[in-house]
């Protein structure tokens, strides 16, 4: 049963006082964002950065993947890095984001990760058993008991992230609302 879907309604003004909030919810449904990691962590190009750091050349643990809209080569550090053709997948998100804009949104607010409590934590260890043993050892190895738990390419992730909302000039920051001084007369 879901509890909140009666909430959901993008025309409503959340701050109808102090602001414009239209609450959207997930603009990709959970199969789907499954379905888009599954095949960009196995698909994309990954591979380790490197830099010249004082004449000396560091291969990174961090990987990246460049892509654009064309063919380029960007050096920085004495180290040429070319970008491929966008993929079929990363053009499906770049539209999303592009659809987002359109449509008068001004922020995204990323999670590239799940954050768990205790009982829901349980739950999906159970779930893990159920359905894929043998991943709750995986996954407490990785993260134990930590509240937030981020996908291991999130620092990517988030990059291209903000490469692209930069580019349409969206924020991943909500705007809060902020009081005009107050202007009240005394009477003395």
């Not at 789907?32 to 994309?44: C, D, M």
């Not at 999303?96 to 799940?114: L, Q, R, T």
Request: charge should be neutral; hydrophobic fraction near 35%.
């Amino acid at each position: 049963m879901d509890l909140f879907s009666s909430l959901i309604n993008p025309t409503t003004n959340l701050l109808p006082c102090d602001g414009v909030v239209n609450y959207y919810a997930s603009i990709i449904e959970h199969a789907v964002a499954k379905s888009y990691f599954n095949v960009l962590y196995n698909t994309i190009e990954w591979k380790h950065d490197e830099a010249n750091l004082f004449g000396k050349r560091i291969i990174t643990n961090r990987k990246v993947a460049w892509y654009g809209d064309s063919e380029y080569a960007y050096t920085y550090s004495n180290t040429t890095k070319k970008a491929l053709i966008w993929t079929k997948e990363l053009l499906e998100l770049k539209a999303i984001v592009e659809k987002a804009k359109n449509a008068g949104a001004s922020y995204v607010m990323p999670m590239f990760g799940v954050t768990l409590r205790k009982g829901s934590r349980d739950y999906l260890f159970k779930a893990f058993d159920e359905k894929f043993p043998g991943m709750k050892e995986q996954y407490q190895q990785q993260f134990g008991e930590q509240y937030e738990c981020n996908s291991p390419h999130s620092k990517q992730l988030y990059e291209t992230f903000y490469e692209l909302i930069y580019k349409y000039g969206m924020t991943p920051k909500m705007k809060f609302y902020e009081p005009e001084p107050d202007n009240q007369l005394t009477l003395f």
